[in-house]
């Protein structure tokens, strides 16, 4: 039977750096409850994609923020009311 020792297992794993980024200061919201930079940011990103398309940069860095500050249940309720044709907001450019 082969013995484990942490050198063996050692030798068969990969160090991997991953780098934690979350949004950065917005100061049209300086408080700390930021629900509204939550939201807005998710407006933003969608009327991006519709006028620019997925792969434009500045569509990105909506995504990432609004992914960081939003909890998945907003997301969620919010994705699902585009679905449904019931969001509150016009998001056509």
Not at 19 to 27: E, Q, S
Not at 39 to 64: A, L, T
Not at 69 to 78: Q, V
Request: glycine content about 4%; proline content about 8%; some cysteine.
């Amino acid at each position: 039977m082969a013995e484990n020792t942490p050198d063996s297992d050692s030798e068969n794993f990969e160090t991997k750096t991953i780098t934690l980024r979350t949004a950065g200061f917005d100061a049209r919201f300086p408080n700390t409850n930021q629900t509204k930079h939550c939201w807005q940011n998710y407006v933003d990103y969608y009327k991006c994609i519709k006028s620019r398309g997925e792969d434009f940069p500045p569509c990105k860095q909506f995504f990432r923020a609004f992914n960081s500050l939003c909890p998945n249940d907003y997301i969620s309720k919010w994705d699902t009311q585009r679905d449904e044709g019931n969001f509150p907001v016009n998001l056509n450019p």
